[in-house]
C-alpha cells in the first residue's frame, strides 16, 4: 500500500508491504525490512536488524496521528493515495472497550468510573508474565465502567474498563 506521511510538516512517501508480524516498508527511497508486535492497542514493537523501537500511537485532533517513539513526539498526518484523504487506523469514536492483552492479575486501577481520561493515558495495570502492562485509553473520554478490581485475575481479551 503506498502512503503520503506528513511528519512535523515535512512529506514522504511511503510504500508498506505487510506478511504477518512482518513488514517491509521503502520510505523516500530507503529501504527497511521490520518485525512488529502488538502487546496492545496503539504500541508497537519494532524490531530493525539488532534495534528494538517501542512506539506509542493515538489519535489527535481531527486527522492528525501522535507517534512517540522513545522521548520524541510527532504529528502525523497519513494520507492513503488510493482515497486522497487523511486516514487513521486508530480512529476511536464511540465507546471504547480496555481489554486485557493476555492472561494476567490486576495490579492497580488508576482511574475510576466517571473520571476523565485523556487518550493514550494509563487506566489499569495488569501483570502478566512478570511484567507490568499499562492498559492505556485510545481515546479522550469519560470511564464510564470499571468491571475489575485490584488482585482479580483476567483472561486474554477479557473487558477491563469501557471509556465514552
Same mark, same amino acid.
Given at each position: 500500500? @503506498?502512503?503520503?506521511?506528513?511528519?512535523?510538516?515535512?512529506?514522504?512517501?511511503?510504500?508498506?508491504?505487510?506478511?504477518?508480524?512482518?513488514?517491509?516498508?521503502?520510505?523516500?527511497?530507503?529501504?527497511?525490512?521490520? @518485525?512488529?508486535?502488538? /502487546?496492545?492497542?496503539?504500541?508497537?514493537?519494532?524490531?530493525?536488524?539488532?534495534?528494538?523501537?517501542? $512506539?506509542?500511537?493515538? /489519535? +489527535?485532533?481531527?486527522?492528525?496521528?501522535?507517534?512517540?517513539?522513545?522521548?520524541?513526539?510527532?504529528?502525523?498526518?497519513?494520507?492513503?493515495?488510493?482515497?486522497?484523504? /487523511?486516514?487513521?487506523?486508530?480512529?476511536?469514536?464511540?465507546?471504547?472497550?480496555?481489554?486485557?492483552?493476555? /492472561?494476567? @492479575?490486576?495490579?492497580?486501577?488508576?482511574?475510576?468510573?466517571?473520571?476523565? %481520561?485523556?487518550? +493514550?493515558? +494509563?487506566?489499569?495495570?495488569?501483570? $502478566?508474565?512478570?511484567?507490568?502492562?499499562?492498559?492505556?485509553?485510545?481515546?479522550?473520554?469519560?470511564?464510564?465502567?470499571?468491571?475489575?478490581?485490584? +488482585?482479580?485475575? %483476567?483472561? $486474554?481479551?477479557? %473487558?477491563? $474498563?469501557?471509556?465514552?
Amino acid at each position: 500500500m @503506498k502512503y503520503e506521511v506528513e511528519i512535523e510538516g515535512l512529506q514522504v512517501t511511503a510504500v508498506i508491504e505487510k506478511r504477518g508480524e512482518e513488514i517491509s516498508a521503502d520510505i523516500d527511497g530507503r529501504r527497511y525490512e521490520l @518485525k512488529i508486535v502488538s /502487546p496492545e492497542r496503539g504500541v508497537y514493537t519494532i524490531f530493525d536488524s539488532d534495534r528494538v523501537y517501542e $512506539a506509542r500511537v493515538w /489519535p +489527535g485532533d481531527q486527522n492528525l496521528l501522535r507517534v512517540k517513539i522513545g522521548g520524541n513526539l510527532f504529528s502525523t498526518i497519513v494520507i492513503n493515495r488510493k482515497h486522497r484523504r /487523511p486516514t487513521t487506523e486508530h480512529r476511536t469514536e464511540g465507546r471504547q472497550n480496555l481489554t486485557a492483552p493476555m /492472561p494476567g @492479575k490486576v495490579v492497580r486501577v488508576l482511574l475510576s468510573v466517571g473520571e476523565n %481520561v485523556a487518550a +493514550g493515558q +494509563g487506566v489499569l495495570v495488569v501483570e $502478566a508474565m512478570k511484567m507490568q502492562n499499562e492498559i492505556r485509553s485510545p481515546k479522550s473520554g469519560r470511564v464510564i465502567e470499571v468491571r475489575v478490581s485490584e +488482585g482479580d485475575n %483476567v483472561n $486474554a481479551n477479557q %473487558v477491563l $474498563a469501557m471509556v465514552d
